[in-house]
């Protein structure tokens, strides 16, 4: 059994959708469907099974979670809304339920891929993307619920021999298809095509954190890139599996990213390719983001080569023109 939490959000069920290119439909997905927008993320997806996450918790913690062999977990539950302040609840749905998974992975003896984010960086700027202690500064109750966690697994890496794969992404920008649930948090490449496709003009903010207008930048990662890099961690991807079937033992947190940094300004002529010309229209900089908003983000990708994945990411003007497909055939 294969393991997805959140399931049917963004990453989630596009993380789905990549387990079953690879031949696997024997999944269990986690989420919560407060908001039913989400079964959209689903059309064509196969699973097994299915659990709200307030019902999988409480299995895991009274040990009443009766599953066959688990092949892996992917533990990409969170919630992500940057703007959250309830730090009660963001502490417990982000990081002590990871931790009973964590141990639950550990008993199982499965390997255990999460999600991480680049939010722990706070307002680094160049060359301070590199998952140290010095760089770790989160500007919000989010990128701090994300942050303790990946220091309780490197603590617990570090102090005792833990014999499976434990491995923690920090995805930066992430975009692509079905995100359309996410509102306001959706990522900015979704809300320009969003425009381009409603209005024929794409708005992007004027100068702001030291950059000029739609000169923010931000390192984007194409979804379907973090979906492959969550399969080959957990070895369930035909690439990491190979001919020998030897089992390896991956272990760390990581950077999850394309490794470049691309400005708003660039992002919207990469969708005036796909689209046709469009008007670009400046707006002022959102007064309730100026102390929560990363202006530049780029990762360092060391970590995850040194770990073994030496796949290229997807490049901007690819992952943008599927993103557009896609979002047209839905009608956003």
């Known amino acids: 059994m294969h393991i997805v939490t959140g399931g049917a959000g963004f990453i989630g069920s596009n993380l789905v959708h990549e387990l079953n290119r690879q031949g696997i439909i024997d999944i269990l997905v986690v989420d919560n469907f407060a908001d039913s927008r989400k079964l959209f993320n689903l059309h064509g997806a196969r699973f097994v099974d299915y659990m709200d996450k307030r019902e999988f918790r409480r299995a895991l913690e009274e040990k009443a979670l009766r599953l066959s062999?688990?092949?892996?977990?992917?533990?990409?539950?969170?919630?992500?809304?940057?703007l959250v302040d309830d730090g009660v609840y963001m502490m417990d749905n982000n990081f002590t339920t990871s931790k009973v998974l964590l141990h639950y992975a550990l008993e199982q003896g499965a390997p255990f891929v999460y999600a991480s984010t680049a939010a722990v960086y706070g307002l680094s700027g160049p060359g301070h993307f590199t998952p140290t202690l010095k760089n770790e500064k989160?500007?919000?109750?989010?990128?701090?619920?994300?942050?303790?966690?990946?220091?309780?697994?490197?603590?617990?890496?570090?102090k005792e021999t833990i014999k499976s794969t434990v491995v923690g992404l920090r995805y930066f920008n992430v975009y692509g298809p079905r995100e359309q649930h996410k509102g306001r948090?959706?990522?900015v490449i979704h809300h320009f095509t969003k425009q381009i496709l409603e209005t024929g003009r794409v708005r992007l903010f004027e100068g702001s954190g030291g950059y000029g207008n739609g000169e923010q930048r931000r390192d984007f990662v194409y979804v379907r890139d973090l979906a492959r890099l969550n399969l080959f961690f957990a070895q369930t991807s035909a690439l990491e599996r190979g001919t020998a079937g030897e089992e390896r033992i991956y272990q760390g947190v990581v950077n999850a990213g394309s490794g470049q940094a691309r400005t708003f300004n660039e992002v919207a002529r990469a969708l005036m390719s796909v689209h046709g010309p469009a008007q670009i229209e400046y707006i002022p900089f959102p007064a309730d983001l100026d102390t929560r908003y990363q202006h530049f983000t780029e990762a360092d990708l060391t970590g995850l080569r040194a770990l073994g994945?030496?796949?290229?990411?997807?490049?901007?003007?690819?992952?943008?023109?599927?993103?557009?497909?896609?979002?047209?055939?839905?009608?956003v």
């Open 185 to 187: 948090m959706a990522s």
């Open 69 to 82: 062999k688990v092949s892996a977990i992917y533990h990409q539950g969170a919630c992500s809304n940057t």
């Open 138 to 158: 989160p500007l919000n109750i989010y990128g701090f619920s994300k942050l303790a966690f990946d220091h309780y697994v490197r603590s617990l890496l570090g």
């Open 309 to 331: 994945y030496d796949q290229p990411m997807t490049q901007l003007k690819d992952g943008i023109q599927e993103t557009f497909a896609a979002m047209a055939e839905m009608a």
